[in-house]
């Protein structure tokens, strides 16, 4: 969990940094968003309680006409599988993205794609093993709060942390609803 913070000063410094490229084109727009996210279904029909999963992300990229890139940082809190147990770290996420927006901005569809990083020992692997990151979101929609500031909702995205991928791989499904918080860079 200490890696989490210096991981984030980097990340959140180069996302600003990119935020301010975007600008140097005509037409490009810059874009911070700050989520949360729940999931109460799961891939694992054998124990419905696996599905628990919460967790939290920041999204910065740029945009320009209907398509947009983004860098994606997450993450994923788990609820641990033994009786009783409470939320473990899960995974960090990180993923480069892509959305393309419909209705002038106010619905979106992306798709994002990266690493996934354990954060905590299991009974059968460490912390710090690297496997993948997926996340589909088909229709988010958008509402404008101020000049510079958009309320979203994603009802339902399809996301896959696979930070295990060798021996017993370690492979979380989830269906998740997002809500999130998002400035509009000038």
């Not at 009786?83 to 798709?111: C, H, K, M, Q, W």
């Not at 994002?112 to 496997?131: C, I, M, R, Y």
């Not at 988010?140 to 500031?149: F, I, Y």
């Amino acid at each position: 969990m200490r890696c989490l913070p210096t991981f984030l000063a980097p990340v959140l410094g180069a996302l600003f940094s990119f935020s301010g490229l975007a600008h140097a084109s005509s037409g490009w727009h810059g874009h911070l968003a700050v989520e949360g996210y729940g999931s109460l279904l799961s891939g694992s029909e054998s124990s419905p309680l696996l599905g628990l999963n919460a967790g939290w992300a920041v999204r910065a990229g740029a945009s320009s006409g209907r398509w947009g890139a983004f860098l994606h940082v997450e993450q994923n809190l788990w609820r641990g599988t033994e009786y009783g147990a409470t939320t473990v770290p899960g995974a960090l996420n990180v993923g480069l993205g892509a959305e393309l927006r419909f209705a002038d901005g106010r619905i979106r569809s992306s798709a994002t794609l990266g690493p996934s990083l354990l954060l905590f020992d299991t009974p059968l692997d460490e912390a710090g093993k690297v496997g993948v990151f997926a996340e589909l979101r088909p229709l988010g929609l958008r509402w404008a709060v101020s000049r510079h500031l958009q309320l979203g909702l994603d009802p339902l995205s399809f996301a896959v942390a696979a930070p295990v991928l060798s021996g017993i791989p370690l492979v979380r499904v989830q269906y998740r609803t997002t809500l999130s918080l998002e400035v509009l860079l000038p």
